[in-house]
């Protein structure tokens, strides 16, 4: 088979790593790709991802027969719908299927229809009944704007003139069209914890679990990133939560789609906070998690690339996912300036005698020969070991190995979870 994966950061470097192992691909195309991808197939670099005519026109001249999709930017431009229209199988799901993730009004419409347990919540497009709504209520605010914002378009505080603050700053485009509704909702408290579907005609298979670090520092200090490491599996989430969620979230949320003439096919990420009420959805995407997919792919022993492709063909009767009893841990290597004005151009050192490790690329690019960094995650660092410590162990001692000026990294992943074993 010839694959086209669209992306080029961390999580696409090892969705491509992993369906690479297949049997059954004859070539891999990422688009645009990264330098790590580079090394596993062609990188069609010129190539916009999410350019729906462009992507159609790129699978014609490379014969394409399935598209895996790994951002969220291509299906709620509407990739998936050109290559549904064109006959060309995808996994990843339609623009409309994709609002779950592109729309937070959309998601709590959905999960309102399905009872998907979620925090109250209330839109608005003009200004003053949302102040009205803000003024009436009590702290903490959570105020979000309603579209993609790179996951910065979230506040939670407990001033009353802050959360004001953020719905002018949505609603006068902080944010661009993401910002033209807010989503004001009621403040939840637990632990978080995200669960991962691959999804096609109703069915959700659940992935075994997978935690990542949002905050830049140690003791989750510093501002939010995209992620700075994570750690599978995990053991605070068992087989009883998974499967609530599953019964609970995934297959009605599907079903709601369904009704609607919404077919969904890709992955599925719910992000859940434990409250004392029980689990509430704090958010939907239409994506795997990244870094998270850097843990979880290397621990797939079954054929994806078999899956995904029954996935978004015949359907998934009879395709399952099987998992090693190996640990893995991922440490982020940033750069330094990261998350504000990452340092771009930095020459990055001490990858050619590394062991024991995947090492997938998120910001690198090639300069004269020279791999340098292009982006504020620049290196995702994954060791493995048969429990979380030894897996810990061997992601920092390269870690420390890797160098390029600046760099950053939390010396906590998976600090406290050292005896986990699958
Ligand atoms: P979201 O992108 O909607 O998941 O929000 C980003 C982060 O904001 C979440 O991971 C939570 O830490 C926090 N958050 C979102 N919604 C709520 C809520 N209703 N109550 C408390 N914290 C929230
Ligand atoms: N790791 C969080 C995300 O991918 O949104």
């Not at 070539?27 to 645009?32: F, N």
Request: overall charge negative; aromatic content about 6%; charged content about 25%.
């Amino acid at each position: 088979m010839r694959v086209l994966l669209l992306g080029g950061g961390g999580r696409e470097h090892a969705l491509g790593w992993k369906l690479a192992q297949s049997p059954m691909l004859d070539r891999l195309i990422s688009c645009p790709g990264n330098p790590g991808l580079g090394t596993l197939g062609d990188v069609a670099a010129d190539v916009d991802p999410e350019d729906p005519a462009a992507v159609v026109a790129l699978c014609r001249e490379r014969a394409i027969d399935l598209v895996v999709v790994g951002p969220e930017g291509p299906l709620a431009a509407g990739v998936a719908d050109a290559l549904n229209a064109e006959g060309i199988p995808v996994f990843g799901p339609t623009s409309a299927g994709a609002r779950l993730e592109s729309s937070k009004s959309f998601a709590k419409e959905i999960m309102a229809a399905a009872e998907v347990p979620t925090a109250g919540s209330a839109t608005f497009r003009d200004r003053e009944t949302a102040v009205i709504h803000l003024e009436e209520s009590s702290g903490p605010y959570v105020v979000k704007a309603d579209g993609l914002a790179a996951g910065k378009g979230v506040l939670v505080t407990e001033s009353l003139e802050a959360a004001i603050e953020w719905v002018d700053g949505c609603l006068e485009g902080r944010f661009g069209a993401a910002g033209s509704a807010v989503v004001i909702e009621e403040h939840l408290t637990g632990d978080e914890v995200s669960i991962f579907y691959l999804c096609a005609d109703g069915e959700a298979i659940p992935f075994q679990p997978a935690r990542d670090y949002k905050r830049l520092l140690d003791d989750d200090e510093g501002p939010n990133t995209g992620g700075m490491g994570s750690f599978s599996p995990v053991e605070d989430i068992d087989d009883d939560l998974v499967d609530w969620t599953t019964v609970h979230v995934a297959l009605p949320t599907l079903g709601e789609l369904a009704s609607r003439d919404i077919d969904y096919t890709g992955f599925l990420y719910v992000g859940l906070m434990l409250t004392s009420d029980g689990p509430k959805v704090l958010e939907f995407n239409c994506r795997l998690g990244d870094p998270e997919a850097e843990v979880l792919m290397p621990r797939i022993t079954s054929d994806l690339l078999a899956v995904l492709n029954a996935a978004s063909n015949e359907g998934l009767t009879g395709h399952g996912v099987t998992w090693s009893n190996r640990a893995a841990v991922d440490v982020v290597l940033a750069a330094p300036g990261y998350p504000e004005s990452p340092v771009k151009g930095l020459r990055i050192t001490g990858l050619d005698h590394i062991e024991n490790i995947l090492v997938f690329h998120a910001g690198t690019r090639e300069a004269g020969g020279r791999l340098v960094s292009s982006g504020g995650r620049v290196l995702n660092i994954v060791g493995l070991g048969d429990n979380i410590g030894e897996a810990r162990d061997n992601a920092y001692a390269a870690a420390q190995h890797i160098e390029f000026k600046g760099k950053q990294f939390r010396t906590d992943i998976a600090a406290k979870q050292e005896g986990t074993s699958p």
